[in-house]
């Protein structure tokens, strides 16, 4: 009998082991997911998210921009980027969209997926972009601290950044959203990286931040696998699981190497 039990007890720390070492390995052919997040945010806008890529076995970082520059945030990008294991999939919300596009160029990142983002072209900058549709609700809600940073009004993040959220959420927002420096929105891209990388895009429908139809011709001039939400310009707080969705899609897309 204690032979019986031994055997028993060794044929199932074999197939824990083996079972063990079949999730290793799942979880080891998939990518890891980099999120960056926009103007008047910080990373915890990406908290709804980060759960559902997480219980679905990613491994995900995400950057905390000082959004001082396009320049010191692609820097925050890229060391994130260095503890990230390859292949990744990059992932920016608005601002963050123009940093994307030249931190995308590192030779980590296999895929790119915009949330209501910017999507600069070569030699191009976010003002530019903004300049050349019209004017959206939450640029006459941005306050100057009279120090070269831009805020967003209590009132503005209620109303226009995050319209479809609780209003006390918004309010938490307004209060932790990063100083976003006004010279920012004047630097260039060199080398837009969605050139030469598979790009997903989700549009939101209801943007008072960035123009809609921006995001829309953003996506189309990209060739994006694109995702229209009606959402606010906080889609991935608003629809986190529709967002993940997609993120995981571009995941899925690069594991399989397509």
Do not use: C
Not at 42 to 66: E, F, H, M, R
Not at 112 to 120: E, H, K, M, P, R
Not at 127 to 155: C, M, S, W
Request: charged residues 15%; without cysteine; glycine residues 6%.
């Amino acid at each position: 009998m204690k032979k019986k039990a031994l055997f028993s007890l060794s044929v199932a720390i074999a197939i824990a082991s083996a079972s063990f070492t079949t999730v290793q390995a799942a979880e080891a052919t998939k990518p890891t997911i980099v999120l960056v997040h926009g103007a008047w945010a910080d990373g915890s806008s990406w908290n709804k998210v980060i759960p559902l890529l997480q219980a679905k076995g990613y491994t995900v970082l995400a950057v905390q921009n000082p959004l001082t520059s396009l320049a010191a945030d692609v820097a925050a990008t890229k060391q994130t980027l260095e503890s990230a294991k390859a292949p990744v999939v990059l992932v920016g919300h608005s601002w963050a969209g123009t940093v994307i596009t030249e931190a995308g160029n590192d030779p980590k990142v296999a895929a790119l997926v915009y949330v209501a983002a910017f999507a600069n072209n070569d030699g191009q900058s976010a003002g530019e972009l903004v300049n050349a549709y019209p004017k959206t609700p939450a640029l006459g809600t941005i306050r100057d601290d009279g120090h070269g940073f831009l805020y967003q009004t209590e009132q503005g993040v209620i109303e226009n950044f995050a319209a479809d959220l609780p209003r006390a959420e918004a309010k938490t927002m307004a209060v932790t959203q990063g100083a976003l420096a006004a010279s920012t929105f004047g630097d260039k891209v060199t080398t837009a990286a969605w050139k030469t990388h598979p790009t997903w895009y989700i549009v939101s429908a209801n943007d008072r931040v960035i123009n809609p139809q921006l995001e829309r011709d953003a996506a189309k001039q990209m060739k994006a696998k694109t995702t229209v939400l009606a959402s606010s310009h906080v889609s991935l707080l608003s629809h986190p699981r529709e967002v993940a969705k997609v993120i995981e899609e571009a995941a899925e897309s690069v594991a399989a190497g397509r």
